[in-house]
Nanobody, 124 residues
Framework: QVQLVESGGGFVQAGGSLRLSCLASGRTSSSYTMTWFRQAPGEEREFVASITWSGSGTRYADSVKGRFTISRDNAKNTVYLQMNSLKPEDTAVYYC?????????????????WGQGTQVTVSS
């Protein structure tokens, strides 16, 4: 079993920055992909960014390219999402998800393991 715990959410004004963290524990393999999704009220869960465990592969949603950076620290089993130049439309609950394999998938139903989510609120 795999457990994911997110942290780092909060309230920030437009143009500000936040860094989210996702700690993975349990029976993780050496070949998996970790991804951030987000879900705003009344909206579907959407892909934000993904990184393979080797770190060689990353992918971003068009809406966050150039503003968000996903990274990892293998020694700490932690993935980060650095969010800069935040906009009110970035307001959502942000979820960390994990799937086995090194193919980056952007649909939520391709992921078996999820964290509890962390709220990010950006005021205008």
């Amino acid at each position: 079993q795999v457990q994911l715990v997110e942290s780092g959410g909060g309230f920030v004004q437009a143009g500000g920055s936040l860094r989210l963290s996702c700690l993975a524990s349990g029976r993780t393999s050496s070949s998996y992909t970790m991804t951030w999704f987000r879900q705003a009220p009344g909206e579907e869960r959407e892909f934000v960014a993904s990184i393979t465990w080797s770190g060689s592969g990353t992918r971003y949603a068009d809406s966050v390219k150039g503003r968000f950076t996903i990274s990892r620290d293998n020694a700490k089993n932690t993935v980060y999402l650095q969010m800069n130049s935040l906009k009110p439309e970035d307001t959502a609950v942000y979820y960390c998800a994990l799937r086995s394999g090194l193919t980056i998938k952007t649909m939520w139903y391709d992921y078996a393991y999820w964290g509890q989510g962390t709220q990010v609120t950006v005021s205008s």
